[in-house]
T-cell receptor, first 109, second 117 residues
Framework: AQRVTQPEKLLSVFKGAPVELKCNYSYSGSPELFWYVQYSRQRLQLLLRHISRESIKGFTADLNKGETSFHLKKPFAQEEDSAMYYCALSVGNTDKLIFGTGTRLQVFP | GAVVSQHPSRVICKSGTSVKIECRSLDFQATTMFWYRQFPKQSLMLMATSNEGSKATYEQGVEKDKFLINHASLTLSTLTVTSAHPEDSSFYIC?????????????FGDGTRLSIL
């Protein structure tokens, strides 16, 4: 079955500290993975996708098929990074997304 | 850029009433839209795929007769929660795939918070 697991509900760090938001997936096919972010009182928006292999707002994520993981990392967290982060898996050739339970990142000054 | 509008943003109604939620793609056409449900502090759960001109495809465990989906045009999908009860209270979000290969593969609405008294 397709599943996305985000083990941490809340991650609190101080400004300037490194951040890693964990995501593991379960999918028998070739996965396409995303990180979505939801800032306070805003709609869900894409942060990055694994096929782009890019860095957005200092965040990166590498797909590790051996560990079935797609952890989100940032070397130096900023206060404006405080938000809800969702890892998502795209299923097959459809646009359907399977979401993880989300991790709330709090960055303290 | 492409925008998805969802209406209403919030609705409070009595148990037993039916509630309709609209999802519109404002400047692009969407043959497919998705409806999600989000419980407090939980993930977005895909409920169904809305298909323009044909029946919606429901995920396992979602009651078709409870959550009626109509995709009557290329810019509008509606979700009707029929005979709503308190356990239907939740946050409902729609999304539509981007019409182009943009940085945003899907565009999400702002969501509708449904509260059944």
């Amino acid at each position: 079955a397709q599943r996305v697991t985000q083990p941490e509900k809340l991650l609190s760090v101080f400004k300037g500290a490194p951040v890693e938001l964990k995501c593991n997936y379960s999918y028998s096919g070739s996965p396409e993975l995303f990180w979505y972010v939801q800032y306070s009182r805003q709609r869900l928006q894409l942060l990055l996708r694994h096929i782009s292999r890019e860095s957005i707002k200092g965040f990166t994520a590498d797909l590790n098929k051996g560990e079935t993981s797609f952890h989100l990392k940032k070397p130096f967290a900023q206060e404006e990074d405080s938000a809800m982060y969702y890892c998502a898996l795209s299923v097959g050739n459809t646009d359907k997304l399977i979401f993880g339970t989300g991790t709330r990142l709090q960055v303290f000054p | 850029g492409a925008v998805v509008s969802q209406h209403p943003s919030r609705v409070i109604c009595k148990s037993g009433t039916s509630v309709k939620i609209e999802c519109r793609s404002l400047d692009f056409q969407a043959t497919t839209m998705f409806w999600y449900r989000q419980f407090p502090k939980q993930s977005l759960m895909l409920m169904a795929t809305s298909n323009e001109g044909s029946k919606a495809t429901y995920e396992q465990g979602v009651e078709k007769d409870k959550f009626l989906i109509n995709h009557a045009s290329l810019t509008l999908s509606t979700l009707t929660v029929t005979s709503a009860h308190p356990e239907d209270s939740s946050f409902y979000i729609c999304s539509a795939p981007s019409p182009t290969t943009s940085n945003q593969p899907q565009h999400f609405g702002d969501g509708t918070r449904l509260s059944i008294l």
